[in-house]
């Protein structure tokens, strides 16, 4: 960290330890940063309270929303609590809830994405992690209220999008959005974890290239030397762009809302479809 | 011919696997005829072999009822992925030369026990029957194909997840295909869901888990995170019987495991619970 010269261009490599390093800001900081009341909701109602996904009613600039998100803890004791930010099956089910609610009580969500990836563990797979994140999918495709995604940090494959499904993503400069973690991705198609580097930058995973492929719609710039060197001036620009966004989608009906979405979700990604 | 009289009969330098099938699961050796005939299900562990979707659609639907969807799209290479052994879009180019298939996935109309359906059919040689643009075209345009004429929908899966090779655009099918599926729920349409050897990863956590029903055939492999990863972060060994189908039934996720020769009648049957006609 402390060698890189954010006076240059980062590579892709040094942008995944920016998006990974101490003190830059978490959930926690946006909820008391930009949030004048938050009232958190606990629980799936099936199985328990997750701590790495948490999620409540807020208000952002005087606008109620329901902000959901991954939780890092910000000492080892919280990150243990918090399962360093990998959700378990109750967590995406309890965002599942939360987004249900939004969309009776007509609440926009926020989303703020933070994770390494879902919790790979024996039990996550026992209680259905795969369904958790598919079902996730389906809710937030049809889901009739907006949804504002913000990338701060690690966008970790499906344990990011389980909760990542939405009208809008904004993304911080220095996050990274991956199917895969580098080192992951390294250790299959390089068959070498050290080979990081290379794998980071051949899978396209920070803001600039994701721009281009038409998978974020916002950069968000970070203050100079990144997001942690000045958490409140990063805080102030999420809730500025959070703002706007949730301002413009409230003015459309559900209908259209879901219909653009869909549209959207169509062309992204396609191989055929990027006119249709 | 008595065999005493053959000497060295080419038939006997053959190597084993052109007179044998071995099944993957148990080791156990079955003379190829008696293999096919089981329809590739090992007679000793009832292992049921990864099928080709030639061979899945040619099992499951009434003859010559099948028609191809869609057949052009293929792959795409967004990020014009390179790594140590060579450009993605090579070694896609090499998988349609190998398996006469565009993508990993083959959809179409087609009619089982008279009753007329979308399907969509995974192949697990093409690329590990990865997740890509291709395939997620392919499945989301069926999917709209159903809600269109109003028919069922189902899928066969057989894949190990996400295609590395398209990054992010892979990820992204995941919701892409959800999103369709998604419509056909708003406009109460059957989605049928079989989790074939292997599901998991990325389609696990997308399509293949939100069918109205799912159901499995034996022993398939069925989860999310491979047993490797998972092994190396709980620090303890998996039991045996972990991520199999059996395993995720017990668990809740699917509603029904299958045997291979009655899958075509037990699909039948829930889609005229289903109200189909």
Known sequence: ?276 | MAWFEMSAAPQARKPLEAMWAVCSSCKAHVPHEEWHAALRVCPRCNYHDRLSCRERIELVTDAGSFQELNGRITFADPLKFEDASGPYAAKAKGAVAKTGLNEAIVTGTAKIDSLAVVLGVMDFRFLGGSLGSGTGDRILLAAEEALRTRRPYIIFSASGGARMHEGIVSLMQMARTCAAIAKLQEAGLPYISVLTDPTTGGVSASYAMVGDINISEPRALVGFAGRRVIEQTIKQKLPDDFQTAEYVLEHGFIDHIVERKAMKAFLANTLRYAGVK
């Not at chain 1, 879902?118 to 992690?129: D, K, S, T």
């Not at chain 1, 803001?207 to 001036?233: F, M, R, T, V």
């Not at chain 1, 301002?247 to 396609?270: C, F, H």
Request: charged share 25%; aromatic share 6%; net charge positive.
């Open chain 1, 1 to 276: 960290m402390s060698d890189i010269d954010f006076s240059k261009s980062l590579t892709p490599w040094q942008i995944v330890q920016v998006a990974r390093t101490a003190g830059r800001p978490l959930i926690q900081d946006y909820i008391s940063g930009m949030c004048s009341d938050f009232v958190e909701l606990h629980g799936d109602r099936a199985f328990g309270d997750d701590r790495g996904m948490i999620g409540g009613f807020a208000t952002i600039g005087g606008e109620r929303v329901m902000l959901i998100g991954h939780q890092k803890g910000k000492n080892v004791e919280d990150n243990i609590k918090a399962n360093f930010g990998m959700a378990n099956p109750e967590g995406y089910r309890k965002a599942m809830r939360l987004m249900k609610l939004a969309e009776k009580f007509h609440l926009p969500v926020v989303a703020l994405v933070d994770t390494p990836g879902a919790y790979p563990g024996l039990e996550a797979e026992a209680r259905g992690q795969a369904e958790a994140i598919a079902r996730n999918l389906t809710v937030m495709a049809t889901l009739r209220t907006p949804y504002v995604i913000v990338v701060t940090g690690e966008g970790g494959s499906g344990g990011a999008l389980g909760i990542a499904v939405g009208d809008v993503v904004l993304m911080l400069q220095y996050a990274v959005y991956s199917v895969i973690s580098p080192e992951g991705c390294a250790s299959i198609l390089w068959r070498d974890g050290k080979k990081a580097p290379e794998a980071a930058a051949a899978m396209k995973i920070t803001a600039d290239s994701l721009l281009k492929l038409g998978i974020i719609d916002e950069i968000l710039l970070e203050p100079a030397g990144a997001a942690h060197s000045d958490p409140k001036a990063m805080v102030k620009t999420v809730k500025a762009a959070v703002l706007k966004r949730v301002k413009e989608l409230k003015a459309l009906p559900g209908d259209e809302l879901t219909a653009r979405r869909y549209a959207k979700l169509r062309r992204m990604g396609s191989a055929t479809l990027a006119n249709g």
